[in-house]
């Protein structure tokens, strides 16, 4: 492109503003006379592009289409992307195609545009009710999504979490599941390194993170082994807290796609809010964001064998502390088969950013914790 190219690339952008979809070497409007301004990088255009794809028929939005192109992308990375075929200065990246730009970059502006989105909504409020002291007094430890869940039920039915001589329950299941739901819940919490990363990060010290080693954990809170169970039959857990039943959505675990992007938003609203506001607004994150059906992450077959043998090492440590069990210690072993996820695949969280930046469904009804 020569003479007019910056011409057309901010008639391009004008295209894009207002709804259009057709992808940069492709327009064809070359020769309308549109002053040249800054141009947004490629990564922000391409963004813009794939969310009017998402939009359809819908009525253009200039004002999400300004938004988007003024997003700074978060994190490591590349710089804004300057497009393939307009004059360059000799300094900073080579120019690319707006189309070739990887799902990694676009999704460095859509959780930008995510994490704004959550901030502005603000922290759901929690439901509490007057605290029934007579009731047992519990701990929980162990799986952390089941954990969480638990506690605000529990909470809401007047029974918060500690006390004087609590009843600790040790939420047990299989280690590698235990691994997943605990990476999962740090990253609706306070971010995390990716999934593969943290688990490496673990191997190779030859240890379990303070969640999920639940020998560690029951003594922590309380070693005398009248006042402790581990449960791994979730049947029997009603009882364990006092109560007939609980939810079964409680032991819902988050999608590979859902936990990589509230890892990338979390590393955002840090940067927003004071540290103290993040778990409330991640925790607000976790109860809104939508289900696309990904399964949750799985442990890779190159992690297979260290937690197999860590499964063993716990097993032992518990089952020499003699604490009462609920269920069947071997069923902290490790599933058998593989995990068919192993990791977020990018252009999955990059659909269900666009998604949530798209469809306001998710942030529009104050929800309540329950």
Known sequence: MT???????ASWVEHLRHGG?????????RTTPVAAPTLPGAQQLELLRRINLARGSAVPDPALADRVLATTAAGRGKADLPLVGLPRSGFGPA???????????LLRVASVLVADDLVALGADPVCTTWARPWRRRFRLVGDPVLATGLREHLR???????????HVVALGAPLDELLARTWTQRCFEHGSKPWA????????????????????????????RPLVRVVTDLDRLPRELGVRSLPSSLAR????????????????VGLRVPAAERPALMRTLQRRIPDSGVAP????????????????????HLTRAGYPV?????????????????????????????????DPAWRTERQVGQ
């Open 3 to 9: 003479g007019d190219s910056s011409g057309s690339a």
């Open 21 to 29: 979809t057709t992808p940069w070497l492709a327009w064809a409007d």
């Open 95 to 105: 120019p690319v195609d707006p189309a070739t730009v990887g799902a990694h970059e």
């Open 156 to 166: 809401a039915l007047g029974r918060p979490e500690g006390g004087p001589r609590p």
């Open 197 to 224: 990363e943290w688990l490496r990060f673990w191997r190779e010290r030859d240890q379990l993170p303070a969640r999920v080693d639940l020998a560690e954990s029951v003594a922590r809170w309380h070693p005398r």
């Open 253 to 268: 675990v988050p999608g590979a796609d859902q936990a990589e992007l509230a890892r990338r938003v979390a590393a955002v």
């Open 297 to 316: 992450v799985g442990v890779p077959d190159r992690e297979r064998d260290w937690v197999a043998s860590s499964a063993a090492r716990m097993t032992r």
């Open 326 to 358: 609920v269920g069947d210690l071997a069923d902290l072993a490790p599933r058998s088969a593989p995990a068919t996820v192993t990791g977020a695949d990018d252009e999955q969280v990059l659909d269900l950013a666009i998604r949530m930046v798209v």
